[in-house]
């Protein structure tokens, strides 16, 4: 089988099975990059609802939705984060034209009047502090993964980094008491200025099949 029918197998295959075909694969996965150098374009505020209203759509544990997300596009106020950052991820900040905090809200399920209506669950978290935390950050970093793809799957790119958690929590965080989780420079990459893909694990190196 030449290469030209095993892709038309894979279009067949994916108008029947609901599978994406190849072109969007790589644009989520196989070609898609982490990115350091930006383009001087900026990244429109519609398109910063439509991320938002794209990832909110993922699943989490019992709807509790709890990341939240600070979109910092303003000079002013990068220039209040850039000092926040690792000194290796401050020019990469600087220079992108949008930067998401993904911060999860502990007291997520005070709004679970609204997320969950048909059942009242409440109380599974405020009496068990421990697993109301870890709900909180497994279902908000979740959350942060499906900013992620989203963001791909509408052409942007995106530069996930680390940052100084207690002090952007105090300078952007305050009054809402949420925790950061990671921040995500976004915007239009620069190819020309990537490195050479790094090596991923072999499906027998970190998966088990049972």
Same mark, same amino acid.
């Given at each position: 089988?030449?290469?030209?029918?095993?892709?038309?197998?894979?279009?067949?295959?994916?108008?029947?099975?609901?599978? =994406?075909?190849?072109?969007? %694969?790589?644009? =989520?996965?196989?070609?898609?990059?982490?990115?350091?150098?930006?383009?001087?374009?900026?990244?429109?505020?519609?398109?910063?609802?439509? %991320?938002?209203?794209? =990832?909110?759509?993922?699943p989490?544990?019992?709807?509790?939705?709890?990341?939240?997300?600070?979109?910092?596009?303003?000079?002013?106020?990068?220039a209040?984060?850039?000092?926040?950052?690792?000194?290796?991820?401050?020019?990469?900040?600087?220079?992108?034209?949008?930067?998401?905090?993904?911060?999860?809200?502990p007291?997520?399920h005070?709004?679970?009047?609204?997320?969950?209506?048909?059942?009242?669950?409440?109380?599974?978290?405020t009496?068990?502090?421990?697993?109301?935390?870890?709900?909180?950050?497994?279902?908000?970093?979740?959350?942060?993964?499906?900013?992620?793809?989203?963001?791909?799957?509408?052409?942007?790119?995106?530069?996930?980094?680390?940052?100084?958690?207690?002090?952007?929590?105090?300078?952007?965080?305050?009054?809402?008491?949420?925790?950061?989780?990671?921040?995500?420079?976004?915007?239009?990459?620069?190819?020309?200025k %990537?490195?050479?893909?790094?090596?991923?694990?072999?499906?027998?190196?970190?998966?088990? %099949?049972?």
């Amino acid at each position: 089988m030449t290469s030209a029918d095993r892709t038309l197998e894979r279009t067949n295959a994916a108008e029947v099975s609901g599978r =994406l075909d190849d072109r969007a %694969l790589d644009q =989520l996965f196989r070609e898609a990059r982490s990115f350091s150098f930006w383009q001087e374009r900026p990244v429109e505020e519609s398109v910063i609802q439509e %991320l938002y209203d794209l =990832l909110k759509m993922g699943p989490t544990s019992a709807n509790t939705s709890p990341a939240r997300f600070v979109f910092v596009r303003s000079e002013e106020a990068k220039a209040r984060l850039v000092p926040l950052m690792p000194e290796m991820n401050q020019e990469k900040t600087r220079s992108a034209p949008l930067v998401a905090l993904v911060a999860y809200d502990p007291l997520f399920h005070q709004k679970l009047g609204k997320l969950m209506p048909y059942r009242d669950i409440t109380h599974w978290f405020t009496a068990n502090p421990a697993f109301s935390e870890q709900t909180a950050r497994q279902s908000g970093t979740l959350q942060g993964a499906y900013l992620i793809m989203a963001a791909r799957s509408l052409g942007l790119d995106c530069g996930p980094m680390l940052g100084d958690n207690q002090k952007i929590e105090a300078e952007f965080f305050t009054g809402r008491g949420w925790k950061l989780n990671f921040v995500c420079a976004l915007g239009y990459g620069v190819r020309e200025k %990537l490195y050479g893909r790094l090596p991923r694990l072999d499906f027998d190196e970190a998966a088990v %099949l049972l």
